[in-house]
């Protein structure tokens, strides 16, 4: 599990908390505490809340009060792999399967996939086959490798 990341969140935020980072708000664009707060997070992706660190708290503008500084970690995310895949390989992710118009579209984590494209992952669980189609496919829970 990745850790060493830092956001600031609501201060009563607690540990264990997940929650997924949809982007900033308008109100973040000129704020000062802006790379700190958005700066280890990506859009799309799920994090854990590890612990309220004892940083210095800031103004939040969108809040309209303040923002602590937490220790959060990524979640595994689930992808679709090829079926040879082992656990505890470390791969790169192809998205080479999808075709426009899948009858599959509505039940696939492929955005997932598009968004850990040509980056290394590491399979951390297999949990199944997928009905793909186009190729043979499995669901995995995994975490990107930090390069």
């Known amino acids: 599990m990745a850790v060493g990341k830092y956001s600031y969140l609501d201060p009563s935020a607690k540990k264990g908390l997940v929650f997924t980072y949809m982007g900033e708000a308008y109100e973040c664009e000129e704020c000062a505490a802006r790379e700190r707060c958005h700066g280890s997070l990506t859009t799309g992706f799920s994090y854990r809340i590890l612990r309220k660190t004892g940083g210095e708290k800031v103004y939040c503008p969108l809040r309209g009060g303040e923002a602590a500084p937490f220790e959060i970690s990524m979640e595994p995310l689930t992808l679709l792999a090829p079926g040879r895949v082992k656990e505890g390989a470390v791969t790169m992710i192809e998205n080479s399967f999808c075709r426009a118009g899948c009858s599959r579209i509505l ?41």
């Open 107 to 147: 039940e696939c984590p492929v955005v997932f996939n598009m968004l850990v494209l040509n980056r290394r992952v590491r399979v951390l669980e297999k949990l199944g086959a997928f009905d793909c189609p186009v190729k043979k496919l499995i669901l995995v829970k995994a975490e990107i490798v930090e390069e």
